[in-house]
């Protein structure tokens, strides 16, 4: 029935879908570069919640003492936003195994991971200019400089982050900075 296609009765087959997988096991949904890469999204999601944990808990001390400066708390809020991040990303992960692909969750996720990223290289950018270790203020000059890369830097992230969502191949590339503007 299947191999005579100009038969007017028998078995129509209108739509079909094929399911390849990787073995039995929990991770068969997953490619072979990603193989291992819930346990490592699980593992780093222990340990940035331990980070935050400790981050709080510090913050709370430093805000009895009046001791809490704005690079401390600028350093949770990225703490903070990696952990949403990686959150997500295990979550569009979780549903991945159980073989449904929620890219737009995962992009999600990947947006936070940007956002945590660059607030974390601005604050290490105003920790070296010696922004409340050696002084309290940064000069006009240096304050401009630092925004100029930061607006820089985030642009040029956030459109590398847009091409990635827009025209990403995984059979083609494998890693995000593998793109036009990535290069």
Partial sequence: ALANCEA?????????EFTFLNGDNYNRHFSADESFILEVN????????V??????????????????HSTFK???????VKETSILVTTLAYLSYQQGYEIIRVKNIGLLFA?????????????????????SGRLHNYRASMIMLFIALFASLYIC??????M????GEVLYFYESVPGY
Avoid at 42 to 49: A, Q
Avoid at 74 to 80: C, T, V
Avoid at 117 to 134: A, D, R, V
């Fill in 74 to 80: 600028l350093y949770g809020f990225s703490l903070f």
């Fill in 160 to 165: 590398a982050w847009m091409y990635h969502s």
């Fill in 42 to 49: 699980v593992i780093s999601f222990v340990i940035f919640l």
């Fill in 8 to 16: 007017r009765r028998g078995l129509r087959l209108t739509s079909y």
């Fill in 114 to 134: 940007i956002v945590a990223e660059i607030i974390f290289i601005y604050l290490l950018m105003l920790l070296s200019f010696g922004y409340t270790i050696t």
């Fill in 167 to 170: 025209f990403f191949d995984p």
């Fill in 51 to 68: 980070l935050l944990i400790l981050c709080i808990v510090c913050s709370k001390k430093l805000d009895k003492m009046n001791m809490l």
